[in-house]
T-cell receptor, first 116, second 113 residues
């Protein structure tokens, strides 16, 4: 079974609709992240959470919100979807730093979102 | 402002030869660097990393070199295999921002027979 799962894998929605993307992990990691990938732009950080009570904005948080329902679950919401939010969305997890500087993150398979 | 740059969008290499993927960064606070590999329809997977206290790290066919003065790192794959065909992302972080990774735009590597 995959350690980081995302649902749905594909979604087509219309402008103005509210949509939620869900992420679950079985790795026992404290830290979770949401990224979007656009052609030619790499992965950009939307939001990140270091524990259940800690939520932080990333570089492109406008138009998005998140909820950390439990250590293992981190959801991304688009309150009113717009076409330029069409992208590939990835959830990732990492363990609390042990002072080694090891920042390896583990990614889910992605959700392809299309906003018409 | 792109703090991590991969200036080559694509690279084609023959099987058995060396693949060299390059990455430049502008933020002097970055002190940890990672390479991720991504196949279509999958999430990125960690490949290899290097701390700024080192200038080289090897793992099997993969070696990452770091030149701090030039703010440049490179990933060498020797020998290249068809299964290495994927998109490779360079990423960087600094201890002060703990765990936040800044990614490059990716280089698509194609290893031909």
């Amino acid at each position: 079974d995959a350690d980081v799962t995302q649902t749905p894998r594909n979604r087509i929605t219309k402008t103005g609709k509210r949509i939620m993307l869900e992420c679950s992990q079985t790795k026992g990691h404290d830290r979770m992240y949401w990224y979007r990938q656009d052609p030619g732009l790499g992965l950009r950080l939307i939001y990140y959470s270091f524990d259940v009570k800690d939520i932080n904005k990333g570089e492109i948080s406008d138009g998005y919100s998140v909820s950390r329902q439990a250590q293992a679950k981190f959801s991304l919401s688009l309150e009113s979807a717009i076409p330029n939010q069409t992208a590939l969305y990835f959830c990732a997890t990492s363990d609390t730093l042990a002072g080694t500087g090891d920042n390896e993150q583990f990614f889910g398979p992605g959700t392809r979102l299309t906003v018409l | 402002d792109q703090q991590v740059k991969q200036n080559s969008p694509s690279l084609s290499v023959q099987e058995g030869r060396i693949s060299i993927l390059n990455c430049d960064y502008t933020n002097s606070m970055f002190d940890y660097f990672l390479w991720y590999k991504k196949y279509p329809a999958e999430g990125p997977t960690f490949l290899i990393s290097i701390s700024s206290i080192k200038d080289k790290n090897e793992d099997g066919r993969f070696t990452v070199f770091l030149n701090k003065s030039a703010k440049h790192l490179s990933l060498h794959i020797v020998p290249s295999q068809p299964g290495d065909s994927a998109v490779y992302f360079c990423a960087a972080s600094d201890s002060g921002t703990a765990s936040k990774l800044t990614f490059g735009t990716g280089t698509r590597l194609q290893v031909t027979l």
